[in-house]
């Protein structure tokens, strides 16, 4: 059964850092692209950050560019999302994805980040 | 940017009645994907490929469309089909998605 658990979130305040992880098994981790996507509360879906199935490339949304890092190490099957200089609009549940050829197929239960002072 | 206009915002249909769900891109996609997300539970992938069903989704969901126009109906609503649907194309980057569609039941 393909599990993907997310971890790490929390209250931060502005300006600060915080890395998420993604705890991925049920499946060989190392053949599938990830992504992460965020829903800030009462709003919709938006995508943030993608990276390829062995880390050689990846892809942010302009507002994270500069501030977040998509990574993943393969040997622990796990994604990450370091998120530096946060501010407030960062606030929301992030949701780890798998990428199968394309598709967003499975999703995580998502963790809760809250940017405030 | 390639934006993703979803439509009706919100709907509410009656148990058996047909429900179709639109999504307009400002661009040409190659696919088109639809999610159902109840509550505050995560995204559940329903149609991918523009018109190809997710495991064990029920087949009275059905997507089409081509081009910057698609399309997701549910032949015969049920209770449990209550949840917001977003449709999100991956063509190009930015990946977006539509801003919903809040489907009630009556």
């Known amino acids: 059964e393909v599990q993907l658990v997310e971890s790490g979130g929390g209250l931060v305040q502005p300006g600060r850092s915080m890395k998420l992880s993604c705890a991925a098994s049920g499946f060989t981790f190392s053949n599938y692209g990830m992504a992460w996507v965020r829903q800030a509360p009462t709003k919709g879906l938006e995508w943030v950050a993608t990276?390829?199935?062995?880390?050689?490339?990846?892809y942010y949304r302009d507002s994270v560019k500069g501030r977040f890092t998509i990574s993943r190490d393969n040997a622990k099957s796990t994604l990450y999302l370091q998120m530096n200089s946060l501010r407030s609009e960062d606030t929301a549940t992030y949701y780890c994805?798998?990428?199968?050829?394309?598709?967003?197929?499975?999703w995580g239960q998502g963790v809760m980040v809250t940017v405030s002072s | 940017e390639i934006v993703l206009t979803q439509s009706p915002t919100t709907m509410a249909a009656s148990p058996g009645e047909k429900v179709t769900l639109t999504c307009l891109a400002s661009?040409?996609?190659?696919?088109m994907y639809w999610y159902q997300q109840k509550s505050s539970a995560s995204p559940k992938l329903l149609i991918y490929y523009t018109s190809s069903l997710a495991s064990g989704v029920p087949d009275r969901f059905s997507g089409s469309g081509s081009g910057t126009s698609y399309s997701l109906t549910i032949s015969s609503m049920e209770a449990e089909d209550a949840a917001i649907y977003y449709c999100?194309?991956?063509?190009?980057?930015?990946?977006?998605f539509g801003s919903g569609t809040k489907l009630e039941i009556k």
């Open positions: 999100l194309q991956l063509t190009s980057t930015p990946i977006t």
């Open positions: 994805t798998r990428d199968t050829m394309g598709i967003l197929d499975y």
């Open positions: 990276i390829s199935y062995d880390g050689s490339s990846t």
């Open positions: 661009s040409s996609v190659n696919y």
